[in-house]
């Protein structure tokens, strides 16, 4: 004989996800997270699609060094300035050897951290 399954105490909402009653459930829930973050007096904001609470905050967290200074070299000229090839340069940087910093995609890097790292290089 078989048995029959027996699903009484499921909510019919759960029983298909893309049926109507279950998604005026979510939407029911969404709204009483909405009403518990508006009594809370927090601000609420909608996040954008493909959005994350840790996307928000790591974007948050950079630093925005968003001007480059007179000074500042260039990756190919800051490798001249060195004498060293621009890949092994490039390496040096990703690795934190050489310190510089990077703007819109770029890296920009100071004559007195170039000259920091010559000192260092001819002490050794």
Do not use: C, H, W
């Amino acid at each position: 004989m078989r048995q029959q399954r027996i699903v009484e105490n499921i909510p019919q909402a759960f029983n298909n996800p893309n049926s109507v009653s279950s998604k005026n459930a979510e939407r029911n829930k969404a709204l009483e997270a909405l009403e518990k973050a508006k009594s809370l007096q927090r601000p609420v904001r909608y996040a954008a699609s493909g959005e994350s609470s840790f996307s928000t905050l790591n974007a948050k967290s950079k630093p925005k060094n968003t001007e480059k200074v007179d000074g500042d070299l260039p990756t190919d000229q800051a490798a001249k300035y060195v004498g060293l090839a621009r890949s092994t340069f490039s390496n040096k940087f990703q690795n934190g050897i050489i310190k510089g910093r990077k703007i819109r995609n770029r890296a920009y890097f100071e004559k007195e951290e170039l000259d920091r790292y010559l000192d260092s290089q001819k002490k050794e």
